[in-house]
């Protein structure tokens, strides 16, 4: 018996096994959930369908969030084989690499700027909007990933930081637009992991360091902390929480 049973999850953004989006799915399936995968192209599709058969799925479905069509084919595919959808996990933050080094606005370019807030905080609100059907009275929840950068200027974090303060500003707006179906919205603001994505930010390593000396648990977060924290905000636990960022990162954005 797990707080999951019979929940439906779709969760995005599995990369590879250090992946927060897998911490997330197999602290989900460990409570009980049905999990659906997504890869983002064909050089991990194989990839992430042995992840979602370690999670006991044969669900792995491609999608760009860059493209509306891979959008609406993933929730018609879904379709296919579930009847509702009870939990979206969104996962996915992209911006070119030479936007997360140096000073920010000699890095800042239009397109970097677009690019990042596209990809990284639009695809949120184009997954509820493309899934909301589906979710439809079920109680369900939405819940995305991000970083302190989103309300501290956090060196190298750039223009990430600012899609990430997008990112917090569109979950409210679709915890308020959403919550009358029945559907809760949060994010999860974790502390430094060291994924795929993480190895894009210059100075990563000094960034994990730093946390480490100086956070009040005196250690980074895992994947499996940030999983757990997911599990609850999509599970029926959390039924009364809506429109808010959880602080998954060992205490670090309490200090002065
Ligand atoms: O320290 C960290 N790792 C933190 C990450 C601290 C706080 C928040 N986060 C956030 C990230 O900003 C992101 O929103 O957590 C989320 C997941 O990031 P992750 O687990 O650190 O990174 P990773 O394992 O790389 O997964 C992110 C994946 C991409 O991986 P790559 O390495 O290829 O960028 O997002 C996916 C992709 O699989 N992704 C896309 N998926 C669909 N369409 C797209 C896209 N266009 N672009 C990236």
Known sequence: MGFLDGKKILVTGVASNRSIAWGCAEAMHKQGAEIALTYQNDKLKSRVEDMAAKCGSDIALPLDVGSDSEIEALFTALAERWDGLDAIVHSIAFA????LEGDYVDAVTREGFATAHEISSYSFAALAKAGRSMME????????????GAVRAVPNYNVM???????????????????????????ISAGP????????????????????????????????????AAAFLCSDMASGITGDVVYVDTGYHILG
């Open 96 to 99: 070119p690499r030479e936007q």
């Open 193 to 228: 992991i060291r994924t795929l994505a993480a190895a894009g930010i210059s100075d990563f390593r000094d960034m994990l360091k730093k946390v480490e000396e100086r956070t009040p648990m005196r250690r980074n977060v895992t994947i499996e902390e940030v999983g757990n």
């Open 161 to 187: 930081g600012i899609a990430k303060a997008s990112l917090e500003a569109n979950m409210r707006y679709l915890a308020a637009s959403l919550g009358p179906q029945g559907t809760r919205v949060n994010a």
């Open 137 to 148: 009275g079920r109680n369900g929840a939405l819940l995305t990933m991000t970083y302190l």
